[in-house]
């Protein structure tokens, strides 16, 4: 059994001190239980220097200034450890509910919608604000807290804003181009500023702010800019316009034809007519502000954008429609009924620009077969 003398216990304190251990009673606790591993394993006439090298290794991963970071966060933070079993619990959930969202996607199985929402919703607001929490107890700096703050809000405005794109609802690319412009104009210059000046973490530092140019470079190329916006939006609202013309022009020539009709089916006719007109002007009232467009809507900025009709439209007013559209088939040969699926807000999903259209391929159908009867 060796013998420690009183120099070689200074030299082990000293040493846990300048390994960055500064709490008194740390050190004390740590140089017991290194004094007692080399008094119960080292020969006699063993190296003491050697085997406290060797000894000393076993306490850490990187520096021994880890134990002291554990210690004081199990002091401080006391609920620590189980703070991160549940964001490593979250983390694993999330990321398995959004592959298996992806995948049902992907095979059109149903239940995907639900995988995504739930999967997005516990990466937001469990697994991201765990996370940040965790990592800003960790850093000492007000300006790695910061950063890591920026981070995460980034992240959360970016999977926020890929949920409001998969449900469909709006302020979606807002909440996109807001991450984005966190992640390029206030996280990358911080984060690569603060790390550039540590050679330690200089390399890792570049690589990771090219990685981000990189990746944020590429979702802009999958963003529409605002020029290619409206000349997107000018082809909407000209394509409704011309449809209107054929329509109206339908419309006068079936009012030429003298064709005989009961009184049954030419009211049915005119409800179906009638509701059509009524939610087409329902949705440009809601899209544009005017229940009419005229020929000067470049001009007065009348454009009909690629919002969803699910933003405007109430279920019930796609079901009465849709009522009448099937008395009205009733009434008609199986080739001049009207196709209820796939025609008319189906899911009540659809934009707006497909809304118009499927509803003046009704009214069209209508004006069509009163000329046939």
Sequence with gaps: MYCINDEQIDF???????????????????????????EHNLDDDGDFESFYDTTIKDFY?????EIEEETINLLIHKNYYVMKKIML????????????????????????????????????FIFLPLSFVLRAKEKKEKKDKIVIGLGVLAAISLSLGVLFKVMHWPFANI??????????????????LSGIRNPETKVNTMVSSMLIIAGSALILTLVRSPQGSKK???????????????????????????????ADFSKSSQ?????????KAYLLKKETGLD??????????????DSYTSEFIAPHQVTRLKAKIEDYNSKVAESQKIPVANSIFEENN?????????????????LQNQRMN
Excluded at 97 to 122: D, Q, R
Excluded at 294 to 303: A, M, P
């Design 61 to 65: 991963r990187r520096d021994l200034k």
């Design 292 to 305: 009419k467009i005229d020929t000067d809507f470049e001009v007065k900025n009348t454009l009909i954008s």
């Design 232 to 262: 997107r939006y000018l082809e909407i609202t000209s394509a409704y316009l011309r449809n209107e013309q054929i329509l109206e022009n339908e419309q006068k020539i079936t009012a030429l034809t003298n064709n005989s009709i009961s």
């Design 175 to 192: 909440l996109c181009m807001v991450s984005l412009l966190i992640m390029i104009l206030l996280f990358l210059p911080i984060y690569y």
């Design 12 to 38: 082990i304190l000293s040493d846990i001190s300048a390994r960055g251990i500064e709490m008194v009673g740390l050190q004390q606790d740590l140089l017991d239980h290194i004094c007692c591993i080399i």
């Design 350 to 366: 659809q934009r707006i620009e497909e809304s118009l259209n499927n509803l003046t391929q009704v009214q069209m159908m209508v």
């Design 271 to 279: 409800e179906v007519y009638r509701l059509c007109s009524e939610l």
């Design 89 to 124: 619990a979250s983390g694993g959930f999330s990321a398995a509910l959004l592959t298996l969202g992806i995948l049902f996607k992907f095979m059109h199985w149903p239940g995907a919608l639900m995988l995504l929402f739930c999967g997005i919703l516990v990466l937001s």
